[in-house]
């Protein structure tokens, strides 16, 4: 009987997982606000994608793909969190409603609620505490850092996050389920983990029968003083809990003067491995640890490659048809993402140069109906250092803004009687209608 109940429970508490896998996950996308620039475009949504988990793009030129005004009540949003939905093809965002270059860090009673069925298309909704449960609420100080878990036993989305009232310094969780449009809440928030010490951040990955709840903790004295912090971790059996409390630190600057904080664990993609990645907010660095049972992390950390200054944020596997989607609507995804299986690769043209990419000299174009082909020589070595020049490559557009990118159509190894090597200035006509 306990065996049926085990095997019973596995499967309904690893459908959103099982769906992920299901997808054929190429690449990364990171949901950010950004750590440097002007203050008043910091709190703004951006996104950045990567083929590795290490190497990130931003994406849009690291601009906020959603203005912050549109989707929060300050003007401004931070720690944003994207999940998966359980079916697959959904996308939910929660992130914390507070501009703290115009209000400061005094105040915010409120969360972002967005979701999306393509990655690109948002809709938003705000819920303001204070405001929908005074009874509860009216002495609220912080609503910080919201994540959604969805609970297959329930069906549901349940919203996290932490709260901190005017009249006691004590941070816990506390958590709702959303309703079936992800606009509201079903119900009053209620209290979901009372850490010892307080926590902020938290984050929960389900893994072999185990909810693994991490959180940036502290440690303090007798009289109340805190004299460490990082990040902890908590688990339980149930996602509302209880929750065991570990007091060991699991980042590498725990025992240093470092501090971090904006942990987020995420699954590497066809791998049993998972990352711990976190944010050195007085530093501008991110790093991350890794591990395969989410107990133990290597000791030494990694840093991300990136061309963005990213604050707390959080991960999310996407295929190819996702890559393409977000290319077509902000474009920066590396190319190594947005090769379809017939091999062809769709860009956006932003201005001159028109190709990025690749290094592409003596165009000849061609007009067709309402297309656009050009054809070009390939510089593989680029920067005008030695002009060798090995193949020809050929692009088309019908709106001279969105571009495919097709494979090498021909080489000069293929003029077996050719003794330059070099491909050089092709011209294409149409003969006997091809």
Known sequence: MKLIFKIALCSILCVSSLTAQKK???GYLFAYFEGKGPAEKQEQLRFAVSDDAVNWKALNNNEPIIPSKDISNTGGIRDPHILRGADGNSFYMVATDMHTKKNGWDYNPGIVLMHSKNLVDWKSSVVDLEKLYPKKF??????WAPQTFY????KKYLVYFTVRFKYNEKLDFYCAYANKDFTAFEQEPKLMFSPKDGAIDG??????????FFYKGNTKDETGKEIKNGIKQATSKKLQGPWKESFEYLDAYADTNTNVE???????????EYILMYDLYSSGRYEFQRSKDLYHFTAKTESFTKDFFPRHGSVLGI????????????????????TAKDGTFRFKAEGNPIIKHKFTADPAAFVEKDT?????????????????LKD???FSTTDLKNWTEYPVPLKIEDFKWDKTNDAYAGQTIKRNGK
């Open 203 to 212: 984050d929960i990955i389900f893994k072999d029968g185990t909810y693994h």
């Open 372 to 388: 656009l082909w050009l054809f070009t020589g390939h510089d593989f070595e680029g920067g005008q250092k030695g002009y060798k």
């Open 262 to 272: 904006g942990s987020s664990v995420f699954k590497l993609n066809n791998s049993d």
């Open 24 to 26: 054929d996950l190429k």
């Open 392 to 394: 020809w490559l050929v």
């Open 138 to 143: 009216k002495d609220i100080k912080w609503v």
């Open 319 to 338: 295929t190819t048809e996702e890559a393409l989607r977000l290319q077509e609507k902000w474009g920066g995804v590396p190319q190594s993402l947005l």
């Open 151 to 154: 609970d297959a036993k329930a």
